[in-house]
Each structure stands twice: as C-alpha cells, then as structure tokens.
C-alpha cells in the first residue's frame, strides 16, 4: 500500500511536471513569436525614422539655400536704399545750399533796390528819360 501511494504520488508529480513542461513550452513559443514581431516593429521604426530624417534634412538644406538667396536679395534691396538715401541727403545738401545762395541774392537786391530809387529827370519831358538818384 506504501508503494501504490508513493507510485500514485510520483505519477501525481510526474504528469504535474510535463504539464508544466507543456506550459513552459507554450509561454516560451508564445515569447519568440512576441519577440519576432516586436523586432519587426522595431525595423519598420527605424526605417521610417531614418526615412524621416533624411527628408528633414533635405527640408533644412532647401530652407537654409532659401534663407541665404532672401538675405542676399534683402541685402541687395538695403544696399540700394541706402544709396538712394544718400543720394538723397546729397540733394538736400545742394538745396539748403542754393535757398542760402538765393536768400543771399535777394537780401543784396533788396538792399539795392532799398538804397538806389529811381526818381524822373528834372529836365526831360516827364517818362522819357530816369536819372539814379542816390
């Protein structure tokens, strides 16, 4: 009777343990297969990252060509303005300086015309002939 427990008991134990086997077979199958998918996710990943990457960086290179041919154009467009502007004040100078030439001239023919008056001639008949007269 002590045997047939003992045997009951080992045969309990034994089909216990090949049924745990079987589970421990099916978990790790089951881990491959997870695992597998998992590094096939992963490639697609990168794959895409990388692809993502290089368009980035093509994005940013023609960005940069951009950027560089508005700054010369904004350069160029500044360049002239300020020639312009020069140009300009030049011109401003010249007329500061011709209205000082003008006033001159005025102020000399008004003070002329202040100081010499023209008064007709006692003699002549009268609208012929002027005589200055100081």
């Excluded at 001159?104 to 012929?128: D, F, I, N």
Aim: proline residues 1%; aromatic residues 6%; charged residues 25%.
């Amino acid at each position: 009777m002590i045997h047939k427990t003992v045997l009951d008991s080992v045969m309990q134990h034994e089909t216990h343990i090949q049924e745990m086997e079987e589970e421990m077979r099916s978990f790790i199958s089951t881990k491959s297969e997870a695992t597998e998918e998992l590094r096939g996710m992963v490639k697609k990943l990168q794959t895409m990252f990388c692809s993502s990457i290089r368009t980035l960086d093509d994005l940013a290179s023609e960005l940069d060509k951009k950027s560089q041919s508005t700054c010369e154009k904004l350069n160029t467009q500044v360049n002239l303005h300020s020639s312009a502007l020069d140009d300009l004040w030049q011109l401003e100078a010249l007329l500061l300086l011709q209205k000082g030439t003008y006033l001159s001239y005025s102020q000399a023919l008004s003070y002329t015309s202040q100081s010499t008056k023209l008064e007709p001639c006692s003699t002549a008949p009268k609208g012929t002939i002027w005589k200055l007269g100081t």
